[in-house]
């Protein structure tokens, strides 16, 4: 993908995500994922020459000695994996979200380098009253930072700072703690490890068109021991990988991110709507017991569901299963038997389904990477039997 193909893909993403966030932290019904503007995305990186082996933190040649912001002014962190209106399949950044995000957003929070390295390339979201850039900083050993709405540039990279809308290549270099600008509201935040790949994408070349994607672990793993505690301390999840995790793919189960044949896998055939072709059944990124079915196309919308009886688990779901019908409800956080007021940081949260069902949808694996889907609006799995000549084939 061309940087001018990225920039069109992320210009309007804050939008997106001030909505997702809002939807999430405000509304908090799940199944209200309803539509939004384009995902955010990071950078290309050419990978011809790195050996990808599958991931191994404890033999790290490099440990990031400082947090990838100041983590004093944060209220807490979002992990990776979420899924929320078009960001139809796991989300491959983490989120740091300030105490005033959604009101006056006052508080301005630094962004540093966590070790040593080369901001490569700026770039301006454009599309926004105020700047907004994204950067993306090489580290030694294959390993990228990669930032997504800074608002404000340090003095060192200011004057390389593209136009609205515009991307540069650069090659700025920046020690380990120096502060590379500052934002207001949320940052995005993911560490790509160009020596692994995550071994739960089972079609790998699905993703040709965000090839960082595959290569994106949890991030805390990457920093001293000191540092990822305080992360962990900030974060709203609790269990490993506490940082987040994107991929669930498990071959022959219905696990994990599917894409409707012959859409082009997760670039789908028109980059303004890319998602309308996805679907994952996967689990909550804060509370990873529950089951989340995530859809491109739910009647024109993206929405995400809780399934009822929240069962049977995807990852039992094969071949021998024959069909299953998952009954799709709204879902909501609670904080020790309350809703949360998804604004405050606390951290075991629990989740419930509501009962009233807003749809059925029959699945049926056919072949171990291939998988018969169809919805069935305002109705129940009492009320049907089995496909219809609309039913659609998903593939990995």
Not at 107 to 122: C, H, K, L, Q, R
Not at 284 to 297: E, L, M, N, Q, T
Not at 314 to 339: M, Q, R, T
């Amino acid at each position: 993908m061309s940087s001018s193909n990225i920039s069109n893909q992320i210009a309007i993403g804050k939008v997106a995500w001030f909505l997702g966030v809002l939807l999430l932290l405000t509304i908090g019904c799940g199944g209200g994922g309803g539509g939004g503007e384009n995902s955010d995305s990071d950078t290309q990186t050419d990978t011809d020459s790195v050996d990808e082996t599958t991931p191994d933190t404890d033999n790290q040649s490099t440990s990031f000695n400082f947090p990838p912001l100041d983590l004093s002014k944060v209220e807490f962190i979002l992990p990776l994996g979420g899924m929320i209106g078009n960001h139809v399949t796991p989300i491959d950044h983490q989120y740091y979200v300030a105490p005033d995000f959604g009101e006056n957003e006052a508080i301005e929070i630094d962004v540093y380098a966590p070790a040593d390295g080369t901001v490569t390339s700026i770039q301006h979201m454009g599309n926004f009253n105020n700047d907004d850039y994204r950067f993306v900083v090489d580290h030694a050993n294959n390993l990228q930072s990669i930032y997504i709405h800074v608002d404000n540039l340090s003095d060192k990279l200011a004057p390389y700072a593209p136009t609205d809308g515009q991307f540069i290549n650069t090659n700025i270099t920046v020690t380990a703690g120096e502060v590379l600008g500052s934002y207001s509201g949320s940052v995005d935040y993911n560490l790509v490890d160009y020596n692994m790949t995550l071994t739960g994408f089972i079609n790998p070349s699905s993703y040709n068109a965000e090839p960082w994607k595959i290569h994106t672990p949890d991030p805390f793993d990457y920093f001293n021991d000191t540092i990822r505690a305080a992360l962990i301390a900030k974060s709203l999840r609790t269990v490993e990988p506490i940082g987040g995790k994107i991929d669930h793919d498990i071959n022959g189960r219905l696990v994990g991110n599917w894409f409707e044949e012959n859409t082009n896998g997760y670039a789908g055939l028109d980059q303004n709507n890319y998602w309308l072709g996805h679907l994952s059944f996967a689990y909550d990124y804060i509370v990873p017991s529950h089951i989340i079915a995530s859809f491109g196309d739910y009647a024109g919308e993206q929405k995400q569901f809780g399934v009822l009886g929240n069962s049977p688990d995807p990852a039992e779901v094969s071949i021998s299963s024959g069909l299953i019908k998952y009954d799709l409800v709204s879902y909501d956080y609670y904080d020790n038997g309350i809703p949360w007021d998804r604004s405050s940081f606390t951290q075991g949260l629990e989740m419930d389904n509501y009962t009233f069902i807003d749809a059925v949808v029959l699945v049926q694996l056919l072949e171990a990477g291939r998988l018969k889907v169809e919805i069935f609006h305002g109705q129940t799995s009492t009320d049907v039997s089995g496909f219809t000549e609309d039913a659609k084939i998903y593939v990995r």
